[in-house]
């Protein structure tokens, strides 16, 4: 059958035509029995993910049940509008208008617990807060820069980029699978690893056997029949429903102006490199799943999202916002691109970051369950990226030292975690992140092999139109 020609270039980027009055499947406008259920599935594999940094950051800073739970809704209501505008845009000046969830980034903890411990009691949340806004107007006035790189980013990169954020990704479900919390008794223990492999086996079931739209949703059947399963045996914590309140809209400011420390600042603006490195990666993984090729315009206008959320985080008690790689794995696994679908997700954040109540009941999946479903998820990522590099023309030999050399660095913090402890702090931060190791070592050897001192024979992404 022939191939459908390539459209020109617009406001959402090129693309692939689709046949004379097809919508792409990206701009589909699904009926509600599919686009609900399709939606629950991304808050489902997101939402541990969305309250992690609220929850370390304010054990850290001694906030009581009531704080965090401020700090969990402004996650989850920031996460909602970021979403929002990522999936339906703002003309040509913000959102991807892709299926990409953003979200506060698990990234950053590292760097708000450190200014936290260099911070005066009481102080501490607005050292972080002033510290993440400078790092949203870094992002605002950097991004637009990252879409003009997009040329040093062909498949050869971008493969490598993509495999590795599904395999640096993977220590968190497997965390997720012995129980969540290292400290707890019992974590690793049988129970919570058989909970993982039973929700892991009716996923798998699911595929092997469902049609249609239950083979689409086996990883929301899979997440509740795991909870469910999970409740005879005392393994669903019901208290978040009780201490939650109905409705809470986070108030601006309520833990303090926001103070600006150059060190902090320049902690966070750091970070916020690589969340952009993290971030980029995934709106061109997320082009190759939907078929949507990713210009430079495309990820600036994502980059720009990005910074707005984080520059507005701080408002409500956010903390930085980038890509979540799993809700990518949601794409990839369910092959449901609507953007729609995402955009209806987001909205049901921002109803749960204003109702707490409602956030409460799906914190009710337990970790073992998240960790079950998270393994297909992260897994179905470095698929995606070992099929882009299937096509990048592994049979040179030059290529093929890229992707070995590229990976290893990648996976040295995976492997050895203190390999860099040595390091600079600003060193550490960007090598302690396998992915933008990685991407960072890609990236270098692409030029030297193909840009420096040659024409380079390797091009821009192109997506095969299906």
């Known amino acids: 059958m022939a191939q459908p020609a390539m459209g020109p270039a617009t406001a959402d980027g090129p693309c692939t035509t689709p046949p004379e009055g097809a919508v792409h499947p990206v701009d589909e406008k699904l009926p509600a029995a599919r686009l609900v259920p399709a939606a629950l599935q991304h808050i489902a594999a997101m939402y541990a993910g969305v309250v992690t940094p609220p929850l370390i950051i304010g054990q850290a800073v001694g906030l009581d049940t009531a704080g965090q739970t401020r700090l969990i809704a402004a996650s989850l209501l920031i996460a909602g509008l970021a979403t929002v505008l990522q999936t339906l845009g703002v003309a040509n000046f913000a959102g991807n208008r892709l299926p990409f969830v953003n979200a506060a980034s698990s990234a950053g903890i590292a760097p708000m617990l450190a200014i936290a411990e260099t911070s005066a009691k009481g102080h501490q949340l607005p050292a972080i807060y002033g510290a993440v806004m400078v790092a949203g107007v870094f992002c605002l006035l950097v991004g637009p820069f ?3 790189l997009l040329r040093f980013f062909p498949p050869l990169v971008t493969g490598v980029v993509i495999t590795l954020i599904g395999v640096t990704l993977m220590p968190v479900p497997v965390s997720w699978a012995q129980g969540g919390d290292k400290n707890a008794a019992d974590f690793g223990s049988m129970n919570h690893l058989a909970l993982a492999a039973f929700t892991l086996v009716v996923i798998l079931l699911f595929q092997r056997f469902a049609r249609g739209f239950l083979r689409q949703v086996a990883l929301l059947l899979g997440l509740l029949i795991g909870t469910l399963a999970a409740i005879p045996f005392g393994m ?3 208290s978040a429903l009780k201490s939650a309140p109905v409705a809470a809209l986070p108030t601006p400011f309520s833990f303090g102006a926001p103070e600006f420390h150059p060190a902090a600042v320049l902690s966070l603006c750091i970070v916020m490199l690589v969340l952009m490195t993290e971030s980029s990666a995934g709106m061109l993984a997320i082009g190759e799943i939907c078929e949507r090729r990713t210009d430079g315009r495309t990820i600036a206008r994502g980059l720009r999202t990005d910074g707005i959320a984080t520059l507005l985080g701080p408002v409500f008690g956010g903390f930085p916002t980038s890509a979540f790689a799993q809700n990518v794995g949601v794409v990839s696994l369910t ?9 209806v997700a987001g909205g049901a954040l921002l109803v749960l970051g204003a109702f707490p109540v409602l956030g409460a009941v799906v914190s009710l999946v337990p970790m073992p369950v998240l960790g079950g479903a998270g393994i297909v998820l ?10 882009t590099l299937s096509e990048a023309g592994l049979d040179d030999s030059s290529n093929i030292i890229l992707v070995a050399v590229a990976l290893g660095a990648g996976i040295i913090p995976l492997a050895a975690p203190t390999f860099y402890a040595g390091f600079p702090a600003w060193a550490q931060t960007v090598l302690g992140s396998g992915i933008s190791a990685g991407a960072l070592t890609a990236v270098l050897l692409n030029l030297f092999f193909h840009h420096l001192g040659t024409r380079s024979s390797v091009t821009a992404p192109v997506l095969k139109s299906s």
């Open 146 to 148: 990252f879409g003009r």
């Open 236 to 238: 669903a914590d019901f």
């Open 335 to 343: 092959r449901v691109r609507s953007r729609f679908v995402v955009a």
């Open 378 to 387: 992260f897994g179905s990522i470095a698929v995606s990226g070992i099929r």
